[in-house]
Each structure stands twice: as structure tokens, then as C-alpha cells.
């Protein structure tokens, strides 16, 4: 698993008002967390639909409690 970006979803779980923050500038909100993205790092983000609300993204993405991986329907971590 990608540990930045897993620290960027963690804190999307935990946070809301970082999840507004995401919607309104993905990488300035990464930046926020001193987080220094690649590029494919930031291509992955980029694949989410920041748009649309916390619950219906929380039901796209999934979060493997026994791994801790998360993914996406794209099947990108």
C-alpha cells in the first residue's frame, strides 16, 4: 500500500473538514498534511470524485480492516 496516500485517505475518514478541503483543492489539502506527492501518487487521488458526498464515496471506496488497504472500484492501492 502507498503510505501517502493512504495517509491522505485516513485523514479524508477522520476529518471533514479536510474532506471540504480535498473537494476544493486536492493539492493544496495535500499539502496541508506535508505530504510531498509524485506524480503518480497525485494521478491516483485525482481518479476519485472528490464531488460527491462523504457517504456515497465511503460506499465507492472501501477501507480492508484486516490489511488495512484501501480501494477503489479502478482497483488502484
Do not use: C, H
Not at 477522520?14 to 476544493?24: C, I
Not at 489539502?29 to 487521488?45: D, F, I, P, R, Y
Request: hydrophobic share 40%.
Amino acid at each position: 500500500m502507498n503510505p501517502v496516500i493512504s495517509q491522505v485517505m485516513d485523514r479524508w475518514v477522520a476529518d471533514p473538514e479536510f474532506s471540504n478541503q480535498l473537494r476544493d483543492d486536492l493539492e493544496g489539502a495535500v499539502a496541508s498534511l506535508g505530504l510531498e506527492l509524485k506524480t503518480e501518487e497525485l494521478a491516483m487521488l485525482r481518479q476519485i470524485d472528490w464531488q460527491v458526498n462523504d457517504t456515497d464515496l465511503q460506499a465507492r471506496l472501501n477501507m480492508d480492516t484486516g490489511s488495512g488497504q484501501w480501494s477503489y472500484p479502478n482497483g488502484w492501492w
